[in-house]
């Protein structure tokens, strides 16, 4: 494995002295993942009785999106047969870290998660292949190959740069645009942009202005939404379906 990146432990939250940020709150972490990035995505309804579902993050970090989203798959009855989860990190943490991170949770959770002994085991098989982590692409399954990991270890552009997949929806994750602002480049975003397709639904922590205006230029229908404490709001942003003049009474439709 490349030198895992340092984990600062400060009053039970995971800090990056690196960025000078938090990889994620101390409180309601899971029920946060769960907000803003699944439910703001439209997950689980969105992949229910499909083939396929491609999904994008720009931060794995202490990978809670990852192992909360593979949770919610593998407890839906209607999920889609395959779902393939391309994640990009630079810094990648430490097997440790990656488990303590979930560990903690207990503790943190001010109410009882039902979900918290699942996010436990699944993070102990995410452990077992973490060892072997390499630079560039990292590619692991489970549940008989219906789900796959495709780990990008490198810098955003260039993992960006190297994937050629369409996604259906994409968590747009790391650290605050403040604080790490090639994550939420112009280039960054466009590159996203480019991996997107009608309908791929887009969803964030951040309703930074900048970061709005960027992603309403590319295309997306921008919307600010309700978010969970001590976040008071999140972003979402939809790819536009593309309009086909086949429309009854000769009115444009939506084609997806």
């Known amino acids: 494995m490349t030198q895992p990146e340092p984990v600062a432990w400060r009053d039970g939250a995971p ?33 229910q009785q499909r083939a396929h579902f491609t999904l994008l993050e720009t931060g794995f970090g202490l990978g809670l999106n990852f192992l909360t989203t593979w949770a919610a798959w593998a407890a839906d009855p209607q999920r889609c047969n395959q779902l393939h989860y391309v994640a ?17 949770l ?41 789900l796959t990991l495709e780990l990008h270890v490198a810098d955003v552009q260039t993992a960006l740069a190297s994937i050629d997949t369409r996604f259906d929806a994409v968590y747009l994750d790391g650290f605050s645009p403040a ?33 709005r205006r960027r992603l309403t230029a590319l295309g997306f229908e921008v919307s600010r939404c309700a978010g969970l404490p001590p976040k008071r709001e999140r972003l979402r942003a939809v790819m ?17």
């Open 15 to 47: 800090h990056s002295d690196r960025f000078g940020d938090v990889y994620r709150t101390r409180y309601n972490a899971t029920a946060q993942a769960r907000t803003v990035f699944l439910h703001g995505c439209g997950l689980p309804g969105r992949w």
């Open 88 to 104: 990009i990190e630079a810094y990648p943490v430490g097997c440790a870290d990656l488990l303590r991170s979930v560990e903690a």
């Open 106 to 146: 207990e503790d943190a959770t001010p109410e009882p998660d039902p979900t918290l002994a699942t996010l436990q085991t699944l993070a102990r098989q995410l452990a077992t292949v973490w060892a072997d982590l390499r630079p560039g692409v990292n590619r692991w399954a489970w549940a008989d190959g219906h």
């Open 179 to 211: 604080l790490n602002p090639e994550m939420w480049s112009d280039a960054t975003l466009t590159a996203v942009a480019q991996l997107c397709q009608p309908g791929t639904v887009l969803a964030t922590y951040t309703v930074a202005g900048a970061v």
């Open 240 to 256: 536009p379906a593309l309009k086909s003049a086949d429309g009854p009474d000769g009115q444009a439709s939506d084609a997806f």
